[in-house]
């Protein structure tokens, strides 16, 4: 059995993995683990080694581009494999990926946080996304938007772009310190890992949290419960969506031409990286 993320060292990969890993051992099946590091046509590359080799089934896990080069070499690769008994499971997929699929909810999650920071008395904000091709940017991006157009909130600073990882965070939340202009009461970062960078970023800068700026991420990694203060997030059951890919992979299939999708909702959960702005 083949397992293919994104970044096997990132804590959000590398919790689901773990799932996936305790969930195999339990029935005596050996996984190959490898990272394509948001690289599409290594992903690819990857799936085609492991058509290759008879893997019985191929886990993919992490965001889908918004590419539709990719969608159809990917197709191109998956449908034959499929045909052939093999069996493909994924974690927050491409829709158009007819596979079984573990789907957390992204743009549910993302517009329950925002509500949550709104009603805390936010009003600006600043976002740092990650890369724009991603799916996974892309919703929790706009269901972010939504959640703040219904409390009459904004994106003032900007929705500012940047690597996938603690680097992306620091640098993105470096620029819009920089930018000179009014600064936003509240922080979203679309990963967690991407949040530890801005909180560091702020730190640097001399910004206190959550006094000054209350920062907030998504996913729920271990480590942003143990910081100080610990980091608002959206939580995710890391180790659980593992399991349930697994799970899917090996189940009988569910017919000719019919995936099914299991749904995994986002926790808001409020800590003390996030207070109500001053004079609120």
Known sequence: MGLICHDVSDPYFAGIAGGVMRAAAEQDLLVMLASTFREPAREIAYVSMLRAQRARAILLIGSGFQDRAWGRAMDAELD??????GRVAVVSRHRSLRVDTVQPENRAGAAELAKALVALGHREFAALTGPPELTTVA???AGF????????????????????TREGGHLAARRFLASGGPRPTCVFAVTDVMAVGALAALREAGVRVPEDMSPAGFDDIPVVRELSPPLTTVALPLTEMGEHVIALALRTPSGAGC??????????????????????
Do not use: H, Q
């Open 80 to 85: 034959p494999y499929v045909r052939a008994g």
């Open 139 to 141: 919703g929790r991006s």
């Open 259 to 280: 995936s099914r999708v299991f749904r995994i909702d986002g926790e808001v959960v409020l800590r003390g990286s996030t207070a109500a702005p001053a004079g609120s």
């Open 145 to 164: 938007r939504k959640g703040l157009a219904g409390g009459r909130a904004s994106v003032s600073t900007g929705w500012c772009g940047g690597a996938f």
